[in-house]
């Protein structure tokens, strides 16, 4: 079975930097899109970006527009997210996500998450 993990959170000071990765296994996300989620304790999961497959496009939700830049490795089967310029707000568990984005079920595999701190 076709498994999410992602990696790369951490502790990090306003203004920093992390790298997240997703990585897969068991199958391969060549022809899925990739999208991020994240989830703030007492909040909803909230949309970070996507970057698609076909047609390569990307999007991003507003408050991470030009922090934020996610990417992939279609070859390897690992999605990245680029974290910058943190904030105190973007502190929240982020988890990745594939499938084909369309319908009841737009998302087959679910990653477990990584928690991404940011300190003031």
């Known amino acids: 079975q076709v498994q999410l993990v992602e990696s790369g959170g951490g502790l990090v000071q306003a203004g920093g930097s992390l790298r997240l990765s997703c990585s897969s296994s068991g199958g391969t996300l060549r022809n899925y899109v990739m999208d991020w989620f994240r989830q703030a304790p007492g909040k909803e999961r909230e949309f970070v970006a996507r970057?698609?497959?076909?047609?390569?496009?990307?999007s991003y939700a507003d408050s991470v527009k030009g922090r934020f830049t996610i990417s992939r490795d279609n070859a390897k089967n690992i999605g990245y997210l680029e974290l910058n310029s943190l904030k105190p707000e973007d502190t929240a568990i982020y988890y990745c996500?594939?499938?084909?984005?369309?319908?009841?079920?737009?998302?087959?595999?679910w990653g477990q998450g990584t928690q991404v701190t940011v300190s003031a």
């Open positions: 996500a594939a499938g084909s984005g369309l319908g009841n079920n737009p998302y087959v595999y």
């Open positions: 970057i698609g497959w076909s047609y390569g496009s990307r």
